[in-house]
């Protein structure tokens, strides 16, 4: 079966430091990945989205980048972080186009993010 | 692009009792609809889904029901219990090919009362 990770589980970081957050799938290949952003209390904001490896789209301007080295991995990275990064980061998988296409998108255990 | 409006944001009922969340979607080329439950700190498990093709849905005590025409649906949880209590997401997609960019609603939190 699949499992989706993330790391780190929490994080605490200054104003001004880089950020990497890690992603990765298991038991299937050539997922889609999407990062997206939950603010406290708020909803999910969708980040980015990548549907092969290198291949990554962008929906929202902002302080954050995001790459996909390998094919079950999605990194979200910034060199320089702002206070209003701060929120509950989520990365999902769903089955890419090799596979069964459902739409279905399943949501990896998140990393919480405090910007000081 | 695609809006989804969720409505109510908090919603309080007795155990046992009923409760129910709408969301109004406004692309008309929008195929799929997901529900998703999130517990406090965790990550939003899906629930259930259903597709532009079907009316109605149900999965035990959970079900949703679809209006493509006036682009509006709903969630249904009978009987409702204390691990009830979450907070949950309405979402639209268009699907496709490729990738499917899923829009979510604002959230309901859901209080259930014993």
């Known amino acids: 079966s699949q499992t989706i990770h993330q790391w780190p589980a929490t994080l605490v970081q200054p104003v001004g430091s880089p950020l990497s957050l890690e992603c990765t799938v298991e038991g299937t290949s050539n997922p889609n990945l999407y990062w997206y952003r939950q603010a406290a209390g708020r909803g999910l904001q969708l980040l980015f989205y990548?549907?092969?490896?290198?291949?990554i789209s962008s929906e929202v301007p902002q302080n954050l980048s995001a790459s996909r080295p390998q094919d079950r991995q999605f990194i979200l990275s910034s060199k320089k972080l702002l206070l209003s990064d701060s929120g509950f980061y989520l990365c999902?998988?769903?089955?890419?186009?090799?596979?069964?296409?459902?739409?279905?998108?399943?949501f990896g255990p998140g990393t919480r993010l405090t910007v000081l | 692009g695609e809006n989804v409006e969720q409505h109510p944001s908090t919603l309080s009922v007795q155990e046992g009792d009923s409760a129910v969340i709408k969301c109004t979607y406004s692309?008309?080329?929008?195929?799929?609809f997901p529900w998703y439950k999130q517990e406090l700190g965790k990550r939003p498990q899906l629930i259930i889904d259903?597709?532009?093709?079907?009316g109605e849905k149900k999965d035990q005590r959970i079900a949703v029901t679809l209006n493509k025409t006036a682009k509006h649906f709903s969630l249904h949880i009978t009987e409702t219990q204390p691990e009830d209590s979450a907070v949950y997401f309405c979402a639209a997609s268009k699907g496709g090919s490729s990738a499917s960019k899923i829009i979510f609603g604002s959230g309901t939190r859901l209080s259930i009362r014993p």
């Open positions: 999902a998988w769903e089955t890419g186009r090799s596979g069964r296409r459902t739409d279905t998108q399943y």
């Open positions: 259903i597709r532009s093709n079907v």
């Open positions: 990548s549907v092969g490896i290198g291949q």
């Open positions: 692309d008309s080329a929008s195929n799929y």
